[in-house]
């Protein structure tokens, strides 16, 4: 008998039994689609972490030296300090330059009103959340981008200065020697940017400015150059020739090394929740199994008939084996099909644009376990049906 005639009578023999194929069947597309959909997410995960280390689709890839000054040091970093870095390290770099500082800034010389404090400030590329402005106006996106000397005082601050906040609304603030008009009171939170006393214009703070020295250097490592090892180069050659080596430290952070552990523990925990969902394609194995050990006992004149005009064993063990092999599969590619469905519909759920990532690879996998599910839970009652004896059959 050949392969193609047995693939359609095992495919007619699950379509006699409609429902009892679909239920046998629910349990492979749930394991299947539940390790897809764990899969396709912390592949989704894996990327974004990647993608938000890189600067680039090149593969550029970026990295922070501090400089961690002693008392009575403000900054560390100077224009000759760039320089030498670029000649020492031309080609293994592609940029090198002060980074401007955005969030929570040392302020000393400040007042409000007639009041001298001292606080931090953060700098605003986009509007305040409408949810931390207590009083007065937020900054608008043309505030931000026409460089309008408008600022937002804490509520702290105003308390403190004019005991009511509203008070605060319209006065002048002066930091740096620059005056700004206070259009809203803000909230602060806490352990974020918005914990800072003062919030105002990236680009208006920056307005005419042209850094000169900086307390963080920005690197962006060439293609093809490991970044970790080239900062950590960098920080050497800063150690013994940095213009500021003598009143403070340099140190950087290993994105690339954490980026790595993080990968690993993503892969090893991904795997772990999706062996704990595979549990469930060993009980729909032992569903599969038990559905054949039924079908080849109510087909027992089937086998006979087949073995009387010819059929061999193989035969007989072939179409049952095919019975559920083309069971599991289904339920395979099915369950791919919903966890590829399902774990694109959750990613649009999840915050930090994170999206699913299914590979061919993903694919291999569920059909690779599907077929290996019908042919371990299917061979048994095969080969039981398969043994029948043809005169115990007829009797």
Do not use: C
């Amino acid at each position: 008998m050949k392969y193609n005639d047995l693939l359609k009578v095992a495919f007619k023999s699950l379509l006699a039994n409609k429902r009892r194929s679909f239920l046998t069947m629910i349990g492979i597309v749930i394991g299947i689609a539940s390790v897809i959909t764990i899969i396709a997410l912390g592949n989704g995960v894996k990327q974004k972490m990647i993608s938000e280390f890189k600067t680039s689709s090149s593969g550029e890839q970026t990295t922070e030296i501090t400089f961690d000054g002693k008392e009575n040091t403000n900054t560390g970093f100077t224009t000759a300090d760039i320089k030498q870095i670029k000649q020492h390290f031309a080609g293994q770099l592609s940029k090198a330059a002060f980074k401007k500082d955005t969030s929570n800034i040392s302020v000393s010389d400040a007042s409000v009103g007639n009041t001298s404090v001292g606080g931090s400030l953060t700098l605003l590329k986009a509007p305040l959340p409408a949810n931390k402005l207590k009083y007065g106006s937020n900054l608008s996106q043309t505030d931000l981008d026409l460089n309008q000397h408008v600022v937002l005082l804490s509520l702290r601050y105003a308390k403190k200065v004019y005991k009511y906040a509203n008070n605060a609304l319209g006065t002048a603030v002066n930091i740096n020697g620059v005056s700004y008009r206070v259009k809203g009171i803000f909230k602060q939170s806490s352990y974020n940017k918005y914990s800072a006393d003062f919030l105002l214009s990236n680009k208006t703070y920056y307005a005419g400015v042209k850094l000169n020295e900086a307390n963080t250097l920005k690197l962006t490592v060439a293609k093809g150059y490991g970044a970790s090892s080239v900062t950590k180069k960098v920080v050497s050659y800063l150690k013994k020739h940095g213009e500021n080596r003598h009143v403070g430290n340099y140190s950087y952070f290993d994105e690339g090394a954490i980026l790595k552990s993080i990968s690993t523990v993503m892969d090893v925990l991904t795997y772990f929740i999706s062996a704990i969902a595979g549990i469930s394609l060993f009980i729909a194995g032992i569903g599969v199994m038990n559905m054949m050990y039924i079908s080849v006992s109510e087909r027992t004149q089937e086998i006979g008939i087949r073995l009387a005009v010819g059929a061999t064993q193989k035969n007989i063990l072939w179409q049952f084996l095919l019975e559920s092999i083309m069971l599991t599969v289904g339920g395979g590619i099915t369950g791919f099909v919903i966890g590829w469905m399902l774990s694109s519909l959750i990613s649009l759920l999840i915050p930090y644009h994170i999206h699913a990532v299914v590979t061919f690879g993903n694919f291999l996998l569920a059909f690779g376990v599907s077929t290996a599910v019908g042919i371990i839970f299917g061979m048994l009652p095969a080969s039981q049906a398969a043994k029948r004896n043809l005169i115990d059959i007829l009797r």
